[in-house]
Each structure stands twice: as C-alpha cells, then as structure tokens.
C-alpha cells in the first residue's frame, strides 16, 4: 500500500510539472499553438510581444472596469503587445462575441469552453482560485512575469508593455 501511494505521488508531480502542450482556437476561430512549462508559456504568433493573459467574466463588474484599460492600451501598444482575454465563466462564443462588439473589445478572446486545459494549467502553476478579473503577463520570450488577481491601474500595466515590450 505504502508503495503505491508513493508510487501515485510521484507521477501526479511529475504530470504537474510536465509540459503542456495544445491547441487553443479563439472566439473567431483562429487557432494558436501553445506549449507551457514550468514558468514559461509560449504561444504561437504572440512571440516577441508582450502578452496579457487575462480572465474574466461577462458577468464581472470588476472585469468590466478593467476592460477600458486593456482596450486602450491593445490600441496605444498594438505592435508589441496583445491581450488575450478568456471568459471563464462558461460562456458560449456567440455571447462573448456579442459583448465584444457591444463593448468595443478590440483584443483577442476565448471561451473557457475551448480553453480548458491552459486554464487549469495556469491555476495549478499559480494558485488560481478563481477570482477574476486575473491577469497573466508573460514577456516577449514567453516567461511569466506575475498573475495578479483585481483591477490592475491602467499606468501600472503600461508601465509593463513599456519595460518589455521588443520595440
């Protein structure tokens, strides 16, 4: 018994820090090829930009007071820089699309539906518990820098995009 147990907690960490590797197709379609490992998640098409993986909600309030941040700041950086906002409160795409035409959205989204996997992987890797609105920044060699959970100030995230983004 003793043996299978150490046998179970041996292979669930090793599954734990395993790669990640899948495929995540946004809300218009588009597929990005994504490989996660250890303190880096590398997305295909996002290389040498400044990503901002963020989470949230439809339903979100606080989401919703981000939003304008990440709006202006994907318009003012657009070069270097990319949102890529996934709705996590189990939302089919057509709704998200629908809020993003509604609420001028002019970054990428995806449906927690579609997306699952890097969910759970950024939750297992960071502690995520689920609050949202939680940003992921991962820099333009694809490490992560820090997930915070709340609002983060429109300045102090374009203090990131300015301190690496490849210009």
Not at 79 to 87: I, P, S, W
Request: hydrophobic residues 40%; negative net charge.
């Amino acid at each position: 018994m003793k043996k299978i147990i150490i046998t179970l907690i041996a292979l669930f960490t090793i599954n734990i820090q395993a790669q990640v590797d899948m495929n995540l197709t946004d809300t218009n379609g588009t597929e990005y090829s994504v490989v996660a490992e250890n303190n880096s998640i590398k997305i295909a098409g996002m290389e040498g930009k400044l990503v901002f993986l963020e989470f949230f909600g439809l339903q979100c309030p606080a989401c919703q007071q981000a939003m304008p941040h990440l709006i202006n700041l994907q318009e003012k950086y657009k070069e270097n820089f990319q949102v890529l906002a996934v709705e996590v409160q189990n939302n089919e795409i057509d709704p998200i699309n629908d809020y993003k035409a509604e609420h001028g959205i002019n970054y990428i989204t995806f449906s927690n539906y579609d997306i699952g996997g890097l969910v759970r992987y950024v939750a297992e890797k960071s502690g995520w518990q689920g609050a949202i609105p939680y940003t992921v920044a991962i820099d333009p060699k694809g490490e992560v820098l820090f997930a915070q959970a709340g609002v983060i100030p429109e300045k102090t995230l374009e203090a990131y995009i300015e301190k690496y983004s490849v210009k």
